[in-house]
């Protein structure tokens, strides 16, 4: 029916082991990894290459990078945009509310990490 040599075998409980017990694993590491950034008070933190989000309370008609080889940014919903970290540095976005043209100022730091 089934003709396996010993080394298939084995390389085959391997496999399986390793995929049965390194799953919890591979999930930690995945939710760890995973996690967004937080915005706390109007400061954001990232790390180069890793994202994160700012909500805004209401709409914002614009916003300026003050330093755009630091960061990127990209408007998701109006009240929602999210930022790539891109060089080590600090910078601030400018938001401007919709209906009140009220500016909002959020400091990014980025790290190596």
């Excluded at 995973?34 to 290459?49: A, T």
């Excluded at 990127?72 to 400018?94: I, Q």
Aim: proline letters at 5%; charged letters at 20%; a positive charge.
């Amino acid at each position: 029916m089934f003709r396996f040599t010993i080394r298939e075998l084995v390389l085959w409980l391997t496999v399986c082991v390793a995929m049965f017990l390194g799953g919890r694993y591979w999930d930690l590491a995945a939710k760890q990894f995973s996690k967004p950034q937080e915005l706390r008070g109007n400061v954001l933190r990232l790390s180069r290459g890793s994202s994160g989000a700012i909500n805004t309370e209401s709409p914002h008609d614009r916003l300026v990078v003050n330093d755009p080889a630091l960061i990127s940014v990209a408007p998701m919903t109006p009240t929602r945009f999210v930022v790539t970290a891109k060089a080590k540095g600090t910078t601030t976005v400018t938001v401007w509310e919709h209906k009140t043209g009220r500016p909002q100022k959020y400091e990014i730091l980025v790290d190596d990490q």
